[in-house]
C-alpha cells in the first residue's frame, strides 16, 4: 500500500522516463530474427520487455546485457522449438506479437501466461495463421491462451485479419512476415483498433531494412525474401508513461517537462496532450521534450480508439474537469491487463466521482474528489492513473504500488520527483 502525499512541491519540473515499452518488445524481437550482431541502448528493462527476452533466448538468440545496451545475436529467422512452455504472465504484446514469430520454430512452441492473460481473447490471430499454413490453436476451448503453434509450416501468402480486438495481431503477422515463403499480404477485416502501434512496427521494420506496403492501413504486404539487418538501435523514452506527469501537471495547475517525448514520435499516445490544451492546459513543443502546464479544466468529447492505453489518465483527469467527459470507441479497453472501462470507473466512484462506462464508451463528470484505497487489478495504468489524483485529494493510497513493474518499474522514484 502507498498513500500519496497532496501536492508538487515545484511549480515546473523536469522528467527523464525509460524507454517505450513497445518499441522495446520490437526492436529486440527484430534483432533476434537478423542474422548477425545488434547493440540496443535505451530500452526499457521491465516484467513485460524482460519476458520478451528471456522467450528470445529461449528461441535461440543470444541476449547479453552490458547495463547500457543489450546486445542480441540474431538467429537469421531459423528459431529453435522450445520444449517448455514460454510464460509472458500477463504481457499481451509479448503474447501476441510472439504467436506469430513461433511459427517460424522447427517445431511445437507453447506460450502461456497468468490467469488474466487466459481472459484476453487471441483467436482472430491463430484464425490468419491458419491460413498463412501454421498450426496454431488455443490450448483450452476459450479463444485465448495458452496458445499451441507448430512451427515450420509458414508458408504465408494472402490472409484476412479482424484487428477489432487488438492491433497487435497485425503487428505480430508483419514482424514475422519476411521469412515465410511467400511474404505475407494481410487485409484487415473490421476496424483496426489502436493504429499508431502498427505504425511502431512498420517504423521498426523500415528501420532494419524490411520493406512493408499498405494501402491506406487496409491491405499491408510483405514481400518474401527479406531479411532484418542487424545494427547498432536506439530506444526512445515511453510516451504512455509520460502520460501521468502531464497528467500532474494538469491537474495541479503546475509545468512538467518530460524530456525526449515530442510530437515527432511515432507513438499514438503523445496526442494526450492535444485533448489536454483542448481542456484548458498549454501545452509547449520543443525539441528536446513536451511542456504541460495546467489551467481552469473543463470537459472534452474524445475518441481515444487510438490512445487506449492512456485512457485511465484522461479519466483521472477528466475527473478534475467541469462538466462530462465522454471518452468514446473504447470497448478493446475491456480486453486490457483488467476490464479497464469497468474498474476505472468504479475507482473513481469510491472517490465521488460520477463516472460510468457503457458498452464502448466512458463519461465522467468533474467534482470534488475525496480519498480512497485504490484497487489496482494488478494493471500498473490504474496504479500509476490514480496516483495523480494523490495530488489534489488526500487519502489517496494506491493498494498494490508493487504492479508498475509492469512498464515501469522505477514509477514511484520519478513520481517523487514531483513532490
Ligand atoms: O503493440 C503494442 O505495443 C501495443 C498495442 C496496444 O494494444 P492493442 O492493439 O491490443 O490495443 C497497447 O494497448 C499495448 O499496450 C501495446
Ligand atoms: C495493454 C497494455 O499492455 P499489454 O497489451 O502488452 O499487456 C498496456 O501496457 O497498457
Redesign the pocket.
Known sequence: MREITPGMGRDKVEVTLPGS??YS??LLIAAALAEGESRITGLLRSEDTLLTRDALRAFGAVIEDDGEAMVVTGTGGRLKACAEPIYLANS??SM??LTGIAALGEGETVLTGTKRMGERPIEDLLVAMRQAGVPARCVNPTDCPPVKVTGGHFEGGKVTLD?R?????L?SLLLAGPYAPKGIEVTVAGEL??RP??E??LDIMGRFGVEVTHDDFKVFKVAPNQSYRPGAYHCEPDG?NASYFWAAAAVTGKSVKVMNVTKKSRQGDVALVDVLEKMGCTVTHEEDGTTVTGGELSAVTVDMALM??VVPTLAVVAAHAKGTTVIENVA??R??ECDRLGCVATELRKMGIDAVAKESSLEITGGTLTGSDVETYDDHRMAMSFSVAGLTTPGVRVLDPGCVKK?FPTYWDVFETLQ
Open positions: 515499452k513497445s518488445h520490437r499481451g504484446t501476441r506479437l484487428c480486438i487488438s492491433s497487435q495481431f503487428s483498433v489502436s502501434y502498427v511502431i512496427t504512455s487506449p492505453d478493446h479497453l480486453e486490457k512498464s
